[in-house]
């Protein structure tokens, strides 16, 4: 078939490169001519595992290509909109202008039968009012609401083999039409049985919202654990496995440390939470404020433990911080628990050198007054105390005697990814979020 993707930031180049991979035919449009630069010539904008490889493969097969000018849509079938819906300044609410101005831009070049997609994260409602913005468009031209559940790291995997599909279409036979071309658009990885679910706008919508809402409320109901055990001596490791084993719990996002940050889930719930004002139902989603701030309560004890441990000042120490983005496998530092946590630290008068394996210069950019180097053996040199705040796969595997440049033999582990008795025996004091 033939795709456009408007909006060639994290969400869409996979999605088109992906596309690509699976033999259509792709046209991504992006009002930013470096990153279409960099695009064309296959270089990905930003750090995440097996896409430069995709781009390259895709670019030259000839079945993908960019450009910053709309009007080359004109021959296409279908178009996926993955623009960006960020956190109003000053508000909690989405900023809905890329999303409005993406299919604006589309409705002069919409041939008739064009099928427009949405795959940005919305709040419930978006749909049905671009719905009919897209019927006002001078040709039969239908819309549909795909949402995506990207994780960064495993993006490629996740668009090329999804969990699940999910389709908010309209009533009627133009939203049985919307779902023949979307099976049309995803042909292999129906044909492996992934599950589909067709369902309405709105309910489309929330189910991106609300899977991001709980999974937010699971990480941040594990640290709120962690916040009884501190005070009560109790191990939140141990407590995770053990009420872990209940099926009707499971242990994935049961993990006690610095909590969730990036690009989506906390701008998500923080919207979800103002949509629900909007509709006159604030108390059915206020649990989502105590789970916000018991997400940025873990970035002020991790500031607070470190002062502990050096002696009630950090004015005039040295700290090594290993890891800036907010998870490992990703160069994004949006909204990153770690990078913040280095920013306090350097706030309260210690010198801080970071470092991470991908995420130094997206760390930089926004923060050029911190110390960087490449590797943690740098970092470490003549610090007073380490701290692991991404749980990067090479910082998780360290040993006590990868870090013997650092002056104090501290180390504090905010993810709880060390082996906590290795450190120990090995003379170093050990300290982590929720254990003792």
């Not at 930013?32 to 990905?44: H, Q, V």
């Not at 004015?315 to 994004?332: N, Q």
């Not at 002056?407 to 003379?427: F, K, P, Q």
Request: with cysteine; proline share 4%.
């Amino acid at each position: 078939m033939k795709i456009s993707v408007i909006g060639c930031g994290y969400l869409g180049a996979v999605h088109a490169a992906c596309m690509a991979e699976l033999g259509h035919e792709v046209i991504g449009v992006d009002v930013d001519p470096a990153k279409i630069s960099a695009l064309e010539a296959a270089t990905a904008p930003f750090f995440e595992p097996g896409l430069p490889e995709l781009l390259a493969s895709a670019n030259a097969s000839g079945r993908l290509r960019f450009t910053t000018d709309i009007s080359e849509v004109a021959e296409v079938d279908v178009h996926f909109i993955a623009v960006g819906t960020p956190q109003k300044k000053g508000e909690f609410a989405a900023d809905l202008t890329y999303v409005d101005a993406a299919v604006t831009s589309l409705l002069p070049y919409l041939r008739d039968g064009a099928l427009v997609v949405g795959k940005s994260t919305v709040p419930v409602g978006t749909a049905s009012r671009l719905a009919e913005l897209v019927a006002s468009a001078p040709v039969d031209a239908m819309l549909a609401w795909n949402p995506e559940f990207l994780r960064e790291g495993f993006a490629v995997k996740d668009t090329l083999g999804p969990d699940r599909l999910v389709y908010g279409v309209s009533s009627g036979e133009s939203g049985t039409r919307a779902v023949s071309i979307l099976d049309e658009v995803f042909e292999v990885a129906l044909a492996h049985d992934t599950p589909r679910i067709i369902t309405d706008y709105a309910t489309a919508e929330l189910v991106k919202v609300s899977a991001n809402a709980f999974l937010a409320t699971k990480i941040s109901f594990i640290n709120a654990m962690a916040e009884i055990a501190e005070a009560t001596g109790a191990d939140v490791t141990q407590l995770a496995d053990a009420i872990g084993h209940d099926a009707r719990i499971g242990r994935r996002f049961l993990n006690s440390g610095l909590g969730f940050g990036g690009g989506c889930l906390p701008k998500d719930i923080r919207a979800f939470r103002a949509r629900g004002e909007e509709l006159g139902l604030g108390d059915s989603l206020a649990f989502l404020g105590e789970v916000d701030a018991i997400n940025l309560r873990r970035r002020s004890r991790m500031v607070d433990l470190t002062r502990e441990v050096l002696g009630g000042s950090l004015d005039g120490k040295r700290v090594a911080v290993l890891g800036l983005a907010f998870k490992p496998d990703s160069d994004d530092v949006r909204d990153s628990p770690s990078l913040d946590v280095a920013m306090r630290l350097k706030a309260e008068g210690a010198t801080v050198i970071a470092t991470d394996p991908e995420a130094i210069e997206t760390s930089r950019r926004l923060h050029p007054e911190l110390d960087y180097v490449r590797t943690a053996a740098e970092a470490v040199v003549g610090a007073d105390a380490v701290l692991v705040l991404t749980e990067w796969k090479n910082y998780r595997e360290l040993v006590p005697t990868d870090l013997d440049g650092a002056a104090g033999r501290i180390i504090l582990d905010g993810r709880n990814c060390l082996d906590r008795e290795r450190w120990r025996s090995a003379g170093w004091l050990y300290r982590s979020l929720g254990r003792p």
